[in-house]
């Protein structure tokens, strides 16, 4: 064993620590596209297959890792931010304050994170009854740049990753959870926010 100043790096050569001396650590290294055919997992920039029919009317079963959807677009107006202000009680200055927003970092009334988080959602659902069973999570939410009044946004939404769950409802029909890469962009193209969405998905009738 060696102790600090010692061979062994300063580590007590028992236990996991002594393993760790014999891993062997892999890179793989590519572009975005082929480190998406290689893994099964959606890596962003990677190309894309722009799905004709809107990826939330598919099962489980019928989707595809990169099958990808570009929504319409919405721009954010003073009577957004007034409203979900009084509907989840966020009051913050940066939001109703025009003086004190003026001489913030940002130089002006932004809007909510979480509305533009919902205002994204509404982009992209399909809202009548599918495959779509619940919203199962959300993964990795960075808000990257300000919304502010008269800025425009859509969102990307992207099959990322499919679980197979191995089980199924009272029906009998089976359910899977799938990861969605979404990108929330503005009317310049910069990413305003960035996240994984997960939805339970039903497959199809006898799987």
């Not at 099958?67 to 003073?78: D, G, I, K």
């Not at 809007?111 to 599918?130: C, E, I, K, T, W």
Request: proline share 3%.
């Amino acid at each position: 064993y060696g102790g600090p100043g010692r061979a062994g790096c300063g580590e007590q050569l028992g236990g996991l620590r002594a393993i760790s001396q014999y891993l062997q650590r892999s890179a793989l290294q590519g572009s975005p596209t082929m480190l998406t055919a290689v893994t099964g997992e959606y890596v962003r920039g990677a190309a894309v297959r722009e799905s004709v029919q809107h990826p939330f009317r598919k099962h489980f079963d019928e989707l595809e890792v990169g099958e990808s959807l570009l929504t319409h677009r919405r721009t954010v107006c003073e009577a957004d931010i007034v409203a979900f202000g009084g509907i989840s009680g966020d009051y913050f200055y940066m939001h109703f304050d025009e003086i004190a927003a003026r001489d913030s970092q940002f130089g002006r009334r932004i809007a909510h994170g979480y509305f533009v988080l919902a205002a994204a959602a509404g982009l992209f659902v399909s809202p009548a009854p599918g495959p779509v069973l619940a919203n199962y999570g959300l993964d990795d939410l960075r808000f990257v740049a300000p919304v502010g009044i008269g800025d425009t946004i859509r969102a990307r939404l992207t099959c990322k990753r499919k679980v197979d769950r191995q089980r199924r409802d009272d029906k009998g029909v089976g359910q899977g959870v799938v990861s969605w890469d979404v990108q929330v962009t503005n009317q310049n193209d910069e990413l305003v926010a960035s996240y994984d969405i997960l939805t339970l998905v039903a497959k199809r009738a006898g799987l």
